[in-house]
């Protein structure tokens, strides 16, 4: 199901980062970073325009390339500090959209499944969600078995439990950065510097398999990215 005023991509990307400098316009599988991420939101059916937000001109250069609308962004947005809300909500307005529906995809994320953003935007529409975003399980990188070391080395549990095993954790989600669909009313609704705010109030998650959304943020994300994107595509995640 496709919402009839049609669906705006949001690609951010900003020139500087501090865990991988200038990780948005590095090379990986031959391409500029960017270029996976706007090759995903084209590939998506249910997407009828793209743009990408950033303050790079290698990263503008890269989405130029492949056709797609470059809003420039000011360097009050360009900082490690500006909300995504903020940041979308500029790029929104600045390409005129007149979409009901807005999809924002992060430029660091090369890898997502295949169907991911369709399925997002139907979830979105179908549910009359304000907004529907991809999660992934924490698995054994759970709350109840984190600690807490104090300067002289000793341990503390952050959460007092008595679980061993793995299978016996309850179930938690850690949004993965592989999607967010958001209603056009949802995002212009959002509270200045409260980063979730533009989320809404009946928010849905969609869960993707382990491994099936690689955000890069550090030198290891991009040798994982490189090694996943030269063995075989994404595939779906039904």
Known sequence: MISQTGVIAVVIGRAGSKGLPGKNSLKLAGKSMICHTIEHAKAAQSVTRIVVS?????IASAASGMDVQVIDRPPELATDTATVSEVVNHAVEQSN???AVIVVLYANVPIRPADLIDH???????TGADSVQSYSDVSKHHPFWMCRIDNENRISA???NKIDRRQDLPKLFLPNGGVIAVTKA???SAIPKDPHTFLGKDRRGIQTPPGAVVDIDDAVDLALAQAILMR???GAIT
Do not use: K, R
Not at 54 to 58: A, H, I
Not at 120 to 126: D, F, K, N, P, Y
């Open 158 to 160: 952050y959460i007092e």
């Open 186 to 188: 949802s995002l212009q």
């Open 120 to 126: 997002a935007v139907e979830l979105l529409i179908t």
């Open 54 to 58: 950033t303050d790079g001109q290698d």
């Open 232 to 234: 075989e595509p994404a």
């Open 97 to 99: 959209s007149d979409e």
